[in-house]
């Protein structure tokens, strides 16, 4: 058993907050570790070797959680610990509650803030600007397909092609053409999915890494009770959710309403909606609206996270709708950006929603 595995066995076996463990014993590379140390959830530990002396030295308990950290000289060790990114989410709400004394409710929202903000906002202002790409080359491409259109159908009554030939022989070089537009402007529409990929997975992990401290549904987050769980989370809440391993009523109805108006306002745009546009606006609403239910079974904290980051989603989603906000981050003009995106957006409600165009 290596060294870095005998102080991680160790660290595991702790069920109280802190243990003062004494110990001197040889591991099997010949290495000596004597020493006393306290070791602690909340504190990274360091082992130097010097002289084939294994020393061990606790650094301060506002490091992040769960790590040890190794410092050989002249040799290589294995197995250097390496946090998983439901690790770091963990170790990041740890260190804004304990190294900076926030509670726990507001750690969890400076936390997600930040999390949409620094890694979240800027997918999303590549994917505008990728849009506005997209759409300053239509114009382009819509008049390289009526010449195409036409040149394909002299060719095809010169050499006598059927309907089926002239389509296929058309489609393929209209999708060339535009691959090539799209390479050359940079605005390839695979980019347009960064966002929800980074969205995603932020979600999961962040989702997963709240529900361990919880300590609730351990098969379903992959916990570790004794060693994951967080017994101030019980009184860490705030106003009517105290208990954030309780779960709630009215944080799930209000997540449900934002991540509705999120819908809304996404598809509150210029012109009528396509085909594909209207099927994923009733997913997206279906979705919004199961979410709820399962929201109610999560704890407060989990639902605090799911509703702060949807609330933030909201405001950035109509941030990047406002010209001034656009020119200032350098997406560029389009047709269908909006001057006054309040007072379009509400013409645009009255006259699809009262002209019963959906219900």
């Known amino acids: 058993m290596s060294v870095l595995k005998l102080f991680h066995r160790c660290a595991k076996q702790i069920n109280s907050v802190q243990f003062k463990y004494i110990t001197s014993c040889t591991s099997n590379h010949g290495f000596l570790i004597r020493n006393t140390a306290i070791l602690r959830k909340s504190s990274f530990h360091s082992l130097t070797l010097k002289n084939n002396t294994l020393l061990y030295r606790k650094l301060p308990l506002t490091a992040c959680t769960r790590g040890f950290k190794v410092e050989v000289t002249g040799k290589v060790v294995d197995n250097i610990y390496i946090p998983t990114p439901v690790e770091t989410f963990y170790e990041l709400l740890e260190k804004l509650h304990d190294g900076y004394g926030i509670p726990w409710w507001l750690a969890i929202i400076a936390s997600t803030v930040m999390l949409r903000t620094f890694l979240i906002l800027p997918f999303a202002v590549l994917q505008q600007k990728v849009m506005a790409k997209i759409e300053s080359t239509q114009i382009e491409i819509n008049t390289y397909a009526e010449h195409l259109k036409q040149q394909t159908a002299v060719r095809a009554k010169e050499s006598g092609w059927s309907q089926r030939q002239m ?10 053409f535009v691959k090539k537009v799209h390479k050359r402007e ?10 929800s990929i980074a969205q995603v997975a932020s979600w999961v992990t962040m989702t997963t890494a709240i529900g361990q401290m919880t300590g609730v549904y351990p098969s379903l987050f992959g916990t570790e009770v004794d060693i994951d769980f967080l017994p101030s989370l019980l009184t860490g809440g705030t106003l009517w959710f105290q208990d954030l391993v309780q779960s709630d009523f009215i944080l799930p109805f209000l997540f449900g309403v934002s991540n509705i108006s999120l819908v809304l306002l996404w598809s509150l745009r210029r012109g009528p909606l396509t085909r ?6 009733y997913l997206l609403f279906s979705l919004s609206i199961g979410l709820v239910p399962t929201a109610m079974l999560m704890p407060s904290a989990i639902t605090l996270y799911w509703t702060v980051s949807s609330l933030c989603g909201l405001l950035y989603f109509f941030l990047l709708r406002i010209p001034s906000v656009r020119r200032l981050l350098y997406i560029p003009l389009v047709p269908s950006e909006m001057k006054y995106p309040l007072e379009e957006m509400h013409q645009i409600f009255k006259i699809r929603f009262q002209s019963k165009k959906y219900f």
Do not use: E, G, K, T
């Not at 594909?276 to 606006?281: G, K």
């Open 186 to 195: 940079n605005c390839r529409p695979f980019r347009l999915c960064y966002v």
């Open 167 to 176: 389509a296929d022989v058309y489609s393929d070089q209209i999708s060339a």
């Open 276 to 281: 594909i546009q209207h099927r994923l606006q």
